[in-house]
């Protein structure tokens, strides 16, 4: 639906343009945390599972409140939830940047989840009210360009901050982007409000909270356990398996609220249309993949390579660089001829780069042998976004805006969750098992009496939590105070060594799984239905025909 007054107020471009600032400030964060990671494990004396809860406390808290902040922006208008949002989001980055503990700045992180939550499905919804159908492929382009500029200036502008300041200035740059973003906001966003109320489910908020938490946590922790017991009785085995019950009784408690007047968190009838339910699908193992290749690529480029964060940033911005120039090419063609062979030709691609990154990854690497890797792995990712949110949409009311939105990135989010937990969980296992393994194949370099210690330091590594930063490398060996300078540096010789070899092995099996997911996810494109080129599906468009504009601006 169009604004009915006149000048920029209103206006569907002019709101957009707006409500890609908050999507920008979102993005930032998810790569300018990335590129930094390193340095906040020094700085902090953070373990590695802890820079994965850094990174996994703001897209899990994401991921489980974005159906709920779909349905507060039906009750209380899509603007009115993303200034709050937004302003939620700005205040928690002031505090991640004045966080003086790793336990500090994960709290800080998850308040930043539950800001990014409530402002990101409004953004959708607003395009579904101001824009045709035949006209959102270039809305959502705009939202790719904006994605690119982004996953590049967050590499690039990180680094710069990392390198020339400190790791937390990352997030205080989102203070002016935050203020700005809400002035202008309420200037030129109109006030629209749906055309009926809707209830919470506090109960299914609650059990779907539950069951991230608990997967999530057994995921990243479990290395740190050894897989067994975390306290009492309580084992990391049993912390998944009362995630999956939790899931299945949020699903069963969901059945249960699909008829009459309660309203459930996943309304069953949106997946009846097959395309949403595949772009749901895909849009999960899409995180999945992405999450899963950027925070091993990150320590293995400064932590192994050698480089700051700055030419690590620089190295990787092709990959966003060549996303943000095909983007608007993109939405323009989703619009004349479908997404399907578009979505299925940008997953493949992406798997195709990071495949060959994998190939292409060695310890005497450098990022310009990356460079072929990270320019098909943007071509791919261009060729993504656009087409997945026009086929997923296409055919949702207008009515059923905020909760289809919310239910989309929601499965997204919680793509980046599983993908970041499960990647770190099997690259923390790898990790341990290279480690111990390269080890004990360089301990014979080191005088006698110090090969033991030597291996069991590195032994005990998984178990006290794997510290991957700069200057992090040692293992468990500590020398006396009198030891000989020249046994100091064959020491930290061969101890670099062994964390250079161990971990590029632990990445390049790791990365594993986010390629095959992502190969799935291409060949699920297959069952996509193709829509007609220029407008929406049928059912849609009968749908609209039936139920006209349910959006009205409030008074």
Same mark, same amino acid.
């Given at each position: ?73 039906? $009750?209380?208008?899509? +603007?009115? #939830?993303?200034? !709050? &949002?937004? %302003? =939620?989001? *700005?205040?928690? @980055?002031?505090?991640?940047? /004045? ?5 500090? $700045?994960?709290?800080? +992180?998850? #308040?930043?989840? !539950? &800001?990014? %939550? =409530?402002? *990101?499905?409004? @953004?959708?919804?607003?395009? /579904? ?17 904006? %994605? ?408």
């Amino acid at each position: 639906m169009t604004a009915d007054r006149p000048g920029l107020r209103g206006n569907p471009w002019a709101a957009l343009t707006v409500l890609s600032l908050g999507l920008f400030m979102t993005l930032l964060d998810v790569t300018i945390v990335n590129i930094a990671i390193p340095q906040l494990l020094d700085s902090l004396q953070a373990s590695l599972d802890e820079a994965l809860w850094v990174v996994n406390a703001y897209v899990l808290m994401l991921g489980v409140l974005l159906i709920t902040a779909g349905r507060l922006g039906d $009750l209380f208008g899509p +603007r009115n #939830v993303y200034v !709050v &949002g937004t %302003a =939620l989001f *700005t205040v928690a @980055s002031a505090a991640c940047g /004045l966080a003086q503990s790793p336990q500090q $700045l994960i709290a800080a +992180r998850a #308040v930043q989840g !539950v &800001g990014a %939550a =409530l402002l *990101t499905p409004q @953004s959708l919804t607003i395009v /579904l009210s101001l824009f045709p159908p035949e006209r959102r492929g270039a809305a959502f382009a705009v939202n790719g360009i904006t %994605a690119g500029v982004a996953s590049l200036a967050g590499p690039t502008l990180g680094g710069l901050i990392v390198t020339h300041w400190d790791w937390r200035g990352i997030f205080f740059v989102n203070l002016p982007v935050g203020v700005l973003a809400i002035a202008l906001t309420l200037w030129l966003v109109p006030d629209l409000r749906p055309g009926r109320r809707h209830r919470l489910d506090v109960t299914g908020v609650l059990l779907a909270t539950g069951a991230l938490s608990l997967i999530s946590f057994g995921l990243i922790e479990g290395q740190r356990y050894e897989w067994g017991q975390v306290w009492s009785f309580v084992s990391i085995p049993l912390l998944l398996a009362a995630g999956v019950v939790a899931l299945a009784l949020f699903a069963l408690q969901q059945r249960g609220r699909q008829t009459g007047d309660r309203e459930p968190l996943v309304p069953f009838a949106l997946f009846r249309d097959r395309n949403y339910t595949l772009g749901n699908v895909i849009a999960g193992a899409m995180q999945l993949g992405m999450v899963g290749m950027f925070l091993p690529t990150t320590i293995y480029m400064q932590s192994v390579l050698g480089y700051d964060a700055l030419t690590a940033g620089l190295f990787s911005a092709p990959l966003s660089l060549v996303a943000m120039v095909l983007a608007p090419f993109v939405g323009r063609a989703v619009d004349r001829v479908g997404g399907k062979w578009i979505l299925l030709f940008g997953l493949t691609a992406f798997a195709a780069g990071m495949a060959l990154y994998v190939l292409l990854a060695g310890v005497d690497s450098t990022g310009w042998t990356f460079m072929p890797a990270f320019v098909v792995a943007g071509v791919g990712m261009a060729c993504i976004f656009t087409p997945l949110f026009a086929i997923a949409m296409a055919n949702v009311p207008v009515q059923l805006g905020g909760a289809a939105s919310g239910l989309l990135n929601t499965t997204r989010q919680v793509g980046s969750v599983i993908g970041g937990a499960a990647v770190g969980a099997l690259l923390q296992q790898q990790l341990a098992g290279d480690l111990r393994e390269q080890a004990a194949a360089r301990a014979h370099e080191l005088p006698e009496r110090l090969r033991g210690p030597f291996v069991d330091g590195f032994r005990a590594a998984g178990s006290q939590g794997l510290e991957v930063g700069a200057g992090q490398t040692g293992g468990g060996l500590r020398l006396p105070a009198d030891a000989p300078v020249d046994v100091a540096r064959t020491v930290a010789r061969v101890a670099a060594d062994v964390f250079h070899h161990g971990f590029t092995a632990a990445m390049r099996s790791s990365l594993l799984l986010p390629i095959a997911v992502l190969t799935l996810a291409a060949l699920a494109c297959l069952a996509i239905r193709q829509a007609r080129p220029g407008g929406p599906a049928p059912a849609a468009a009968a749908r609209e025909r039936a139920e006209p504009a349910a959006a009205t601006r409030a008074p």
